[in-house]
């Protein structure tokens, strides 16, 4: 079963270790439906073209459908000395059915073959984790639709700045999310190209049909150009740059999560499914997931870098460099998707503290902008209204109150300017409620995107 599809030109058997350096079969078996349902589609196509005989087609077709339910029932041996699942997988097909199964590869090269079988993969796996990211977006829709009047505490530098809606922060990350979609689009779009037919870089002196064989694998037209085909990866390294952005994206929430789950901030819970206890200290209850998945954004960038580098500086057209493209891709697709999917089910299992919400909101002077911003309505030059509320904040901390609980006469030690109407101003509500342009922190403006937001997603 192991002997070479190449051995014509050579005299001597591999050495071993060798076989086992260079073989990628161990990691790239996980493509074996698509490199089958290429075959299929390529020996089809052959016969339609009478490049086969329709007959030899058919028996082709048939041993790769039975190949595919011997590798699904786990009864496929694979065989380290036949490299990749390309060959595994024809071998299998002529050991089944004879010497008709060497007609396969007929008008095709394992280097238009492999392009194609990582972009039939990594397509599906882009729907797939499109549906995790749209799970994940409709969490944080709900967070947002269930919080429009819990206020929070905005930050900067992560001290105290303005009020906001938790609703806000929750769609902060939607958008954010919403980017990465397109982003994912994007790459799918660009990536949906049929490479068969490049045969190993110059193209094949076979009549094939191209354009048939596009349309039934679901690709929106075919490739340009024989050498970039074989040797393009782009796509790969674009839905590596998608899941890094993702990622970073991810790594921030979890931060947040991690910050807001601690006695300190104490903003949320997490549900008790989504944490640890201390093997030591029994009163602990450890955010793990956030934490992991803000570690994971390391492996996802690193990733990146690899393809990147890998690519850098090869020559057209296929180098075997590229078998290096794998590992680090579908790594990457494990771990995009593993994140995505505890994201989506923890955000909407989230437990959120409103009044601790409110207090550290309330108690941290995070009303201050609205008393300058009042003043200037009454005359006063900003400038000046920074340093005439700069005055009465820290007469707050002396004194250990809020803003909202001076009194008119408190406030007129600062400036005169300042009437009993002050009152309407410093609270939350009205804070939040006086931020309502579009994509601002007012209730309206919130509720407004948390429906645009499930528009978008329907
Ligand atoms: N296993 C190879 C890869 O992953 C398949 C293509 C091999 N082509 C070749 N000419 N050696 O890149």
């Known amino acids: 079963m192991s002997k070479k599809l190449w051995g014509g030109r050579f005299t001597q058997p591999t050495d071993k270790f060798v076989e086992e350096f260079t073989a990628s079969i161990d990691f790239d078996q996980r493509m074996y439906r698509y490199d089958i349902q290429g075959s299929i589609a390529h020996a089809t196509m052959l016969g339609r073209q009478n490049i086969i005989t329709e ?42 059915i004879g010497s008709v199964g060497g007609k396969l590869h007929t008008g095709r090269s394992r280097n238009d073959q492999v392009a ?13 984790i499109a549906v995790w990211l749209e799970q994940l977006q409709r969490a944080l829709v709900q967070q947002a639709q269930d919080n429009l009047d819990t206020v929070m505490p905005g930050f900067t530098h992560l001290q105290t700045a303005q009020p906001v809606l938790f609703a806000h922060h929750m769609l902060a990350y939607y958008q954010m999310f919403l980017r990465d979609a397109g982003r994912l689009a994007d790459c799918r779009k660009r990536m949906n190209q049929l490479p068969l037919g490049a045969g190993a870089l110059a ?10 064989v596009a349309e039934t694998l679901g690709f929106d037209g075919v490739t340009r150009n024989s050498l970039d085909t074989v040797s393009d990866r782009d796509f790969a390294i674009e839905f590596c740059a998608f899941a890094a952005t993702l990622m970073m994206h991810l790594s921030r929430l979890s931060e947040e ?19 640890t206890g201390s093997s030591i200290m029994p009163q602990k209850k450890n955010p793990d997931v956030p934490e992991l998945v803000r570690g994971k954004s390391g492996r996802v960038y690193g990733n ?21 493209d794998k590992e680090p891709l579908f790594d990457t697709i494990d771990t995009v998707k593993g994140s995505l999917k505890i994201f989506a089910d923890m955000i909407a299992e989230m437990t959120v503290k409103a009044d601790n919400l409110r207090h550290a909101a309330a108690h941290g002077f995070s009303t201050a ?15 000046d209204a920074h340093e005439i509320v700069g005055k009465t904040v820290r007469y707050c901390i002396e004194n250990g109150k809020s803003i909202d609980e001076l009194t008119v006469e ?49």
């Open 203 to 212: 193209g094949t002196t076979f009549p094939i049909d191209r354009e048939w």
């Open 55 to 96: 007959q030899e087609a058919e028996q082709i077709c048939a041993g790769l459908s039975e190949i595919l339910d011997e590798i699904e029932a786990g009864q496929f041996e694979f065989s380290l000395a036949l490299e990749d699942i390309h060959m595994n997988i024809e071998a299998r097909l002529i050991e089944k």
């Open 116 to 128: 194609l079988d990582i972009r039939l993969y990594l397509r599906d796996e882009i729907d797939s």
């Open 410 to 458: 408190e406030f007129q030690q600062f400036s005169p300017a300042i009437e009993d109407d002050i009152h309407d101003f410093v609270t939350l509500e009205a804070s939040v409620n006086a931020r309502s342009a579009t994509g601002g922190t007012a209730r309206s403006a919130v509720a407004a995107e948390v429906v645009r937001a499930l528009q978008e997603l329907d």
């Open 304 to 324: 990146l870098v690899s393809l990147l580098t890998l690519m850098k500086s090869l020559p057209l057209a296929y180098n075997k460099d590229m078998q290096e």
């Open 257 to 275: 999560l991690v910050l807001w789950s601690s006695a300190e901030f104490d903003f949320i819970e997490l549900s008790d499914a989504f944490c």
């Open 369 to 383: 902008t609205d008393v300058a911003d009042y003043c200037v309505t009454k005359g006063i030059p900003f400038r």
